[in-house]
Nanobody, 126 residues
């Protein structure tokens, strides 16, 4: 079955950087938009960033715009989230997700995503 496996999480000081990776298997990545979401303890899962199936269209939550960058390498079946200038409020479990891309628009709603990874923990200390 389809698998999405996140990696790259960890503990970092405020102001630092991390790069998350999401490796997809048994998925024709060129047909799917990819997104990153996060969930902090006691909070709902929230949208972080997404890219359409070519990577030419991207969307970001206001809270991460200018600090995070989503990219994808379809040949490697991998999606990345470069996170710079991290803040303690970025602490959460980060999930990648795949949505069948029929509109070329990077989706923001978690309800349209078909597949989800297990998540990777990101902790930012102050």
């Amino acid at each position: 079955q389809v698998q999405l496996v996140e990696s790259g999480g960890g503990l970092v000081q405020a102001g630092g950087s991390l790069r998350l990776s999401c490796a997809a298997s048994r998925l024709s990545l060129t047909l799917y938009a990819m997104g990153w979401f996060r969930q902090a303890p006691g909070k709902e899962r929230e949208f972080v960033a997404s890219a359409n199936r070519s990577g030419g269209g991207t969307s970001y939550a206001d809270s991460v715009k200018g600090r995070f960058t989503i990219s994808r390498d379809n040949a490697k079946k991998t999606v990345y989230l470069q996170m710079n200038s991290l803040k303690p409020e970025d602490t959460a479990v980060y999930y990648c997700a795949a949505a069948r891309d029929r509109t070329w628009s990077p989706p923001r709603g978690h309800g349209v995503y078909d597949y989800w990874g297990q998540g990777t923990q990101v902790t930012v200390s102050s």
